[in-house]
């Protein structure tokens, strides 16, 4: 189509009856670009933070496998992505000026021809969510890492993950990634991120902790030169400072000389696992008992170190205590909810909140979850939890 | 995975969000693409008005809380799907204001019966 002239515009304005007088002088005349019908263009409604981020040159991205529903992620957040349907049409204009900044230019502009880019009749809407990071557990449990000793490394036909890998298998942002692979004590051997088989993870955890016993060392300073010194020869240097790692607080004392700090509840968590992966559950005095004779010299063991790991039945007799893991427990809240009611009937607040904790979202409590997903009765005086809907 | 870089060095463009109550449609059969849609003139008081076909829209200037940005889909790659938009795509511009038209259009009369 021909552009629109002067003359045709102000014709325009004399049948619509506007008077120019009361216009400002310039104006856009819309049409039409020739991608306009395509549907190539779609809008992405920004969540504060975003649209900074873009400005500042940083890139989002959509992540998600053609089974799963998409998320956005930046730099460190994730974003749950949904239409939204509007009732009306949105159209998307390059170069269309405001009237302030048609004021704040001098410049006479006479007639804008303006070009639609696109249009639309919804958007994409961001919701902040959890990162979805037990598949990363999942991955990286395919092929734990037995040590160097095992065949298995060599003939293994799994799937190894390097940290592109994994930013492409998993829905959540780099940072988030980043995080949960420390968080799992998570090491790169080789170039590729891996999980350590937990036998051989206590096995290393072991040549440690009887050295700090032989040597009578502090747990609180642990060092790094001795252990790799003595151990070296057992074991891979990078292991061992692995296991430190994961086991303990690094910091460098004046002299310069690198040291570690134990972390006295996860020894004794980690021990506690390796008795209780043995049986369905155990009788709870007795587990106590060899639990604290197990762990090294020095250490005091006490039930809290286990939330989130095991759980205590107290409506036995005698009293029991099962392994329980959180980790491999369902991701989404509802199917989390069920999982724990199929477990147990009715929980109470303290032994519920370390096998939902990590379902809040930020901002929300566990107190709020469990008005969503649980109805309260008082049971013996004691406040519990049991599932909304009957469990079949 | 898809990512979305800024479309090119500097910073992005920033478009303008028209909002129309109702469907666009060509006058005649055929392609929207090349036609035309109206003119857009603003008051002196910064009010937009738009003359599409015949009818007068008012509207307003609107700062969006939340902006938009506008992505565009890389050529050779899979169509949306309900689940999410997996492709290929590019931020290519930010937008930060709209013009909004919800008010019923009035219609332009050409022709008026003269008074006997």
Redesign the interface.
Same mark, same amino acid.
């Given at each position: 189509?021909a552009m629109?002239s002067r003359a045709e515009?102000d014709a325009?304005?004399q049948?619509?009856?506007?008077n120019p007088a009361?216009?400002?002088p310039?104006?856009?005349?819309?049409?039409?670009?020739?991608?306009?019908?395509g549907g190539?263009?779609?809008?992405?409604?920004?969540?504060?933070g975003?649209?900074a981020e873009?400005?500042a040159?940083r890139?989002?991205?959509?992540?998600?496998e053609?089974?799963?529903?998409?998320?956005l992620c930046s730099k460190d957040k994730t974003y749950d992505?949904k239409i939204a349907d509007?009732?009306?049409?949105?159209?998307?204009?390059?170069?269309?000026?405001?009237?302030?900044e048609?004021n704040a230019d001098q410049a006479s502009y006479n007639i804008i021809h303006?070009q639609?880019?696109?249009?639309s009749k919804n958007?994409?809407e961001l919701r902040r969510c959890r990162p979805k990071l037990k598949k990363l557990r999942k991955l990286l449990m395919e092929d734990p890492y037995e040590g160097p000793d095992s065949q298995k490394d060599q003939t293994s036909t799994f799937s190894k993950y390097t940290t592109e890998d994994l930013?492409?298998l998993i829905q959540a942002s780099e940072e988030e990634i980043l995080h949960q692979l420390q968080v799992i004590d998570a090491c790169k051997i080789e170039g590729y991120w891996r999980i350590l088989d937990f036998d051989y993870e206590m096995k290393l955890l072991n040549h440690v902790t009887q050295l700090i016993d032989s040597e009578s060392w502090p747990l609180s300073k642990v060092p790094l030169c001795a252990c790799l010194e003595e151990l070296g020869s057992l074991e891979p240097r990078e292991m061992i400072e692995h296991i430190l790692l994961s086991y303990g607080r690094k910091y460098v004392d004046d002299a310069g000389e690198v040291f570690f700090e134990m972390h006295e509840d996860k020894i004794c968590r980690a021990i506690a696992q390796m008795l209780l992966q043995n049986a369905v559950k155990f009788n709870l005095s007795e587990f106590e008992e060899v639990w604290q004779q197990s762990v090294p010299e020095g250490m005091t063991t006490r039930l809290d170190q286990l939330q989130g790991l095991a759980l205590v039945d107290k409506s036995s007799r005698p009293e029991t205590i099962f392994l329980l893991k959180v980790e491999d427990l369902p991701e989404d809240n509802q199917e989390r909810f069920n999982s724990l009611f199929g477990i147990r009937e009715k929980w109470t607040e303290g032994d519920i909140t370390p096998y939902i904790q990590d379902l809040c979202a930020e901002k929300q409590t566990v107190g709020a979850l469990l008005t969503k997903y649980a109805r309260s009765s008082m049971l013996n005086g004691v406040k519990v939890y049991n599932s909304r809907r009957p469990i079949s | 995975?898809?990512?979305?870089?800024?479309g090119g060095a500097g910073? $992005? %463009?920033q478009?303008? #969000?028209?909002? @129309?109550?109702?469907?666009?449609e060509p006058r005649q059969s055929g392609? $929207? %693409?090349?036609?035309? #849609?109206?003119? @857009?003139?603003?008051?002196?008081e910064?009010v937009?008005?738009l003359?599409v076909g015949h009818h007068?829209l008012y509207g307003k200037?609107v700062q969006l809380e939340?902006?938009?940005?506008?992505?565009?889909?890389q050529a050779g790659a899979s169509q949306?799907?309900p689940?999410?938009?997996?492709g290929h795509?590019t931020?290519?511009?930010?937008?930060?204001?709209k013009?909004l038209f919800k008010t019923r259009p009035k219609p332009?009369i050409?022709h008026v019966p003269k008074k006997v």
């Open positions: 189509a629109r515009v325009t304005l049948t619509a009856k506007l009361e216009l400002l310039a104006v856009h005349c819309l049409s039409f670009g020739p991608q306009a019908g190539e263009c779609c809008l992405l409604q920004l969540e504060p975003l649209c873009l400005e040159g890139s989002l991205v959509i992540r998600g053609k089974d799963e529903h998409a998320v992505m509007t009732s009306n049409m949105l159209l998307f204009v390059p170069g269309c000026k405001t009237p302030e048609l303006s639609i880019a696109g249009f958007y994409w930013l492409s | 995975s898809p990512s979305l870089p800024s910073a $992005l %463009a478009w303008v #969000l028209l909002e @129309l109550q109702g469907q666009v392609d $929207l %693409a090349g036609s035309l #849609l109206g003119d @857009l003139h603003y008051t002196c910064g937009p008005v003359i007068i200037v939340k902006p938009f940005a506008v992505l565009v889909k949306p799907s689940a999410g938009p997996h795509y931020v290519t511009a930010l937008i930060k204001t013009l332009i050409t």
